[in-house]
């Protein structure tokens, strides 16, 4: 059997898992994300911000993806919502039948906003759709400017283009201008919020934009 079939196998069976699993999520009414990015970006903490800004007007669930260790999950589990780690051991990406688990272990009728935390890769969890409402990647300053262009797949899917730790563009060689030049060739859809955890720009904006994305989705 050749690869290609290999490959197209798995994603075959993975979307049908995705589509079950996605059934469930619109009959518990949630509207869901899937936040990815590369190792270091800041997504953890980014997520904190948001957690820590919403978790009273909105019921928060976060499914937690990492090789290994529970540590991200542990932080999260602090700002008190519910939280489900998957250890992949390995694997560089979620697919259908970890969230399938993850969701037995979650309260789906006190969640309106479920956030999967993606392993952190910038290649492989762009190809395994999860059943998403929205995808949101993540870049930071340190990694470079270059990054849509080297992955245009990932940036290409998102819904928001998250450019964290912009307070250190000073300490970088990060070209913002071409970094918007190149998102709104790959992606002219795409919302960019520039963010900062230290300084706390931007966390604002991308709460109110999800406050209001949630509300319009889930009217009462």
């Not at 999260?76 to 998957?86: R, T």
């Not at 340190?142 to 940036?155: A, I, L, S, V």
């Not at 071409?178 to 060739?185: A, L, R, T, V, Y």
């Amino acid at each position: 059997m050749s690869s290609i079939k290999v490959v197209t196998n798995i994603l075959k069976v993975n979307d049908e898992l995705t589509q079950q699993n996605k059934k469930l999520m619109n009959e518990k009414g949630l509207y869901v994300i899937n936040l990815m990015s590369s190792p270091g970006s800041g997504k953890t903490s980014i997520l904190e911000k948001v957690i820590a800004k919403l978790k009273d007007e909105v019921k928060i669930a976060v499914i937690e993806g990492d090789l290994y260790t529970t540590k991200d999950a542990e932080r999260i589990e602090a700002h008190g919502v519910q939280v489900v780690q998957i250890n992949t051991e390995g694997g560089c990406h979620l697919d259908g039948q970890m969230i399938r688990n993850a969701l037995s272990h979650l309260n789906l009728e006190e969640t309106n906003l479920l956030i999967i935390e993606n392993v952190g890769n910038l290649i492989c969890p762009a190809s395994f759709e999860l059943g998403e409402d929205l995808i949101i990647t993540v870049l930071s300053t340190t990694e470079g400017n270059d990054k849509p262009q080297k992955y245009p797949r990932m940036f290409e899917k998102s819904g928001i283009v998250i450019l964290n730790k912009v307070d250190l563009v000073p300490y970088t060689n990060f070209d913002k201008d071409e970094f918007h030049k190149d998102i709104q060739e790959i992606n002219p859809k795409a919302k960019v919020i520039e963010t900062s955890c230290m300084t706390g720009q931007g966390i604002d904006e991308l709460c109110a934009w999800l406050k209001e994305t949630i509300s319009i989705s889930n009217p009462v």
